[in-house]
């Protein structure tokens, strides 16, 4: 029987009896089923690597993996997909840095990816590739002769021609994707911004969706993703009994709780969102010690000197917001770098007036419809949200903002904790609706109905 193989930078192996959590994991569920095969870096730096993978099967799912060099992981991960690309993606363009060895690594790693894969794959296998630190497998894949269907989902935004000129090798990525028979993204914009650059940096011919380039045509289209939105919302339910959101719940001494969910990232715009939460306390000070703001972002990517920085950042804000606004009974500003299990952020995003969700730059961010999931249909809350999130773009409901405006964040905010409960409710209503649309499954299947291929539990029947 045919199978589905996903491929992304990293594997996330269920342990004994726990099930994968991460947000790629949760997204793709659907397709974990018997037979499937989820291939990728295994997380370890090895001194000589074996092309052979290393094969792992939980629930009837192989786990396929490989190990790196630190070398080629350093010169991959560090220093082109995150050092480059990343940067390039979000718009930031003065943290780009691009070095010509750099990508000679990325390049490395994704034949040695395309390599090992090869060991595995049979000739009926459908591949699908995710995010941008595997733009080149699907032509090396195919160089190496597989003929099977082969998509490529980007999870971050894309950017328009102009912008995508200032990296060197600008015309080789576009010319990777146009090797997959799909090409996925989050939003229309983006979509239309990688058409563009393939008719402008290649002459491609565009038709509708499709590009056609040298005899192969790509279909590329907006594939918005979602999450599994019931199954989200009973959690929440559930997890408001949770001994930590209990505790933290009754810190709160009846104040109004904000919460933010992030990976500590500078596309994030966390310096932006606690300078406007400094803003409303200043502006507004009928909330002073009526409000908590709980910050969740755990550290990522510390080997990067701009995360290094931004931590740093964040340290002397708190201490400023914190210094000046406390009370002996109070302090405005909680914030952590420890990640939290899943369902206690359900149970927190239940019990949290105000979801603060305001990235500079988002492919679609998942947390602001895991906010509207959680919330009680009785009492809801109120979600402020970018509008240079992916989200945005259908969650006009909720309070739009500009994140690089504090201000802006600010008066939002304020908007939100005083919105009157008959207003909460009818945007919950709007925006509940298209979150419980809009699902990972519905996700799934409209990318592999454009690869012709079935769901695997279709399949089954």
Same mark, same amino acid.
């Given at each position: ?10 594997? =996330?192996?269920?342990k004994a009896?726990?099930?994968? @959590?991460?947000? #790629?994991a949760v997204? &793709?569920?659907?397709?974990? +089923?018997p /037979? ?15 092309l ?8 009837g ?20 997909a995150?050092g ?17 060895e ?8 994704n034949?040695?990816?395309a ?17 941008y ?8 894949l ?18 328009? =021609?102009s912008?995508?000129?200032a990296?060197p090798? @600008?015309?080789? #990525?576009?010319?990777? &994707?146009?090797?997959?028979? +799909?090409? /996925? ?19 491609a011919?565009?038709?509708g969706?499709?590009?056609r ?17 019931r ?9 408001v ?16 709780l ?6 500590m990232?500078?596309s ?31 550290r990522s ?7 290094r ?12 917001i ?5 009370e ?13 299990p899943r ?32 919330q ?29 405006d504090p201000?802006?964040?600010?008066d ?5 904790l ?17 979150v419980?649309e ?5 996700y ?18």
């Amino acid at each position: 029987m045919a199978r589905i193989v996903i491929v992304s930078n990293r594997v =996330p192996i269920p342990k004994a009896r726990v099930t994968a @959590a991460g947000g #790629l994991a949760v997204a &793709l569920r659907d397709l974990l +089923v018997p /037979g499937s095969m989820w291939f990728g870096w295994s997380g370890r730096l090895s001194d000589e690597p074996s092309l052979q993978p290393a094969l792992v099967e939980a629930r009837g799912v192989t786990y396929a993996t490989i190990d790196l060099t630190r070398e080629a992981h350093r010169a991959f991960y560090v220093g082109f997909a995150n050092g480059a690309l990343w940067p390039l993606l979000h718009f930031r363009l003065g943290l780009m840095h691009f070095r010509r060895e750099d990508y000679a690594g990325y390049l490395e790693v994704n034949a040695t990816f395309a390599a090992a894969l090869g060991n595995v794959l049979q000739p009926d296998d459908t591949v699908w590739a995710h995010d941008y630190h595997l733009l080149p497998l699907g032509r090396l894949l195919r160089k190496q002769g597989f003929t099977g269907p082969l998509g490529f989902f980007l999870h971050v935004p894309f950017v328009p =021609p102009s912008m995508l000129e200032a990296m060197p090798v @600008a015309r080789e #990525l576009v010319a990777d &994707l146009c090797s997959y028979d +799909v090409v /996925g993204f989050q939003t229309e914009e983006h979509a239309i911004d990688f058409r563009d650059c393939a008719h402008r940096l290649l002459g491609a011919t565009v038709e509708g969706e499709y590009v056609r380039l040298n005899g192969r045509r790509t279909r590329v289209f907006a594939d918005p993703i979602g999450i599994d939105a019931r199954s989200f919302a009973e959690e929440a339910e559930r997890s408001v009994g949770d001994k930590l959101v209990q505790r933290v719940f009754g810190s709160l001494s009846g104040r109004a709780l904000a919460i933010g969910v992030d990976r500590m990232d500078y596309s994030k715009g966390l310096p932006n969102r606690f300078e406007a939460y400094g803003r409303l306390l200043e502006r507004y000070p009928e909330h002073r010690s009526q409000i908590s703001f709980l910050q969740i972002c755990p550290r990522s990517r510390e080997e990067v000197d701009e995360y290094r920085k931004l931590r740093a950042e964040l340290d002397r804000l708190t201490g400023r917001i914190n210094g000046r606004f406390s009370e002996f009974d109070w302090t405005p500003l909680r914030y952590s770098t420890r990640a939290a299990p899943r369902a206690t952020l359900a149970g927190l995003y239940r019990i949290a007036r105000v979801g603060v969700v305001t990235p500079l730059r988002d492919g679609m961010n998942l947390v602001a419809k895991e906010f509207i999931a959680a919330q009680p249909d009785e009492d809801p809350g109120v979600l402020v949200l970018s509008k240079f999130a992916g989200a945005a773009q259908d969650l006009g409901e909720a309070l739009i903002v500009n994140p690089f405006d504090p201000d802006a964040i600010a008066d939002a905010i304020h908007q939100a904790l005083t919105m009157p409960l008959e207003e909460r409710r009818e945007r919950q209503v709007a925006l509940k609706a298209k979150v419980f649309e809009a699902t990972a499954s519905a996700y799934c299947q409209r990318f592999l109905d454009a690869l012709g291929t079935s769901m695997p539990a279709l399949q089954a029947a």
